[in-house]
């Protein structure tokens, strides 16, 4: 079982950023790969950046490359950094967590978070 908690959502100005962290249950984060989505509302929960459980591959969805970075550090935690925000980046953002890659891509991680959310205003 991992438990997935996040933190650093709020309200922030267009052009702005924002940094998303996620702890993980420490004894068995090394062995996961991770993700963050999203679920604006009315839509569906859709990836925005995964990592390795090594950290040497990344991915991230079309929206929000070359603004958006995933990492994490070898403890427990996995970071997202948001900049350059915009309105359509407003919505609930979850922590994921699947000893596969596959099911990360998919947007089918084993285990979810609570979410956070991200509110980008005008």
């Known amino acids: 079982q991992v438990q997935l908690v996040e933190s650093g959502g709020g309200l922030v100005q267009v052009g702005g950023s924002l940094r998303l962290s996620c702890a993980a249950s420490?004894?068995?984060?090394?062995?996961?790969?991770m993700g963050w989505f999203r679920q604006a509302p009315g839509k569906e929960r859709d990836i925005v950046a995964a990592i390795s459980l090594g950290g040497g591959s990344t991915y991230y969805g079309a929206s929000v490359e070359g603004r958006f970075t995933i990492s994490r550090d070898y403890v427990n935690n996995v970071y997202l950094q948001m900049n350059n925000l915009k309105v359509e980046d407003t919505a609930v953002y979850y922590c994921?967590?699947?000893?596969?890659?596959?099911?990360?891509?998919?947007?089918?991680?084993?285990?979810w978070g609570q979410g956070t959310q991200v509110t980008v205003s005008s």
């Open positions: 994921a967590a699947s000893a596969r890659w596959d099911d990360i891509l998919k947007g089918e991680p084993a285990y």
């Open positions: 420490r004894r068995t984060f090394n062995n996961y790969a």
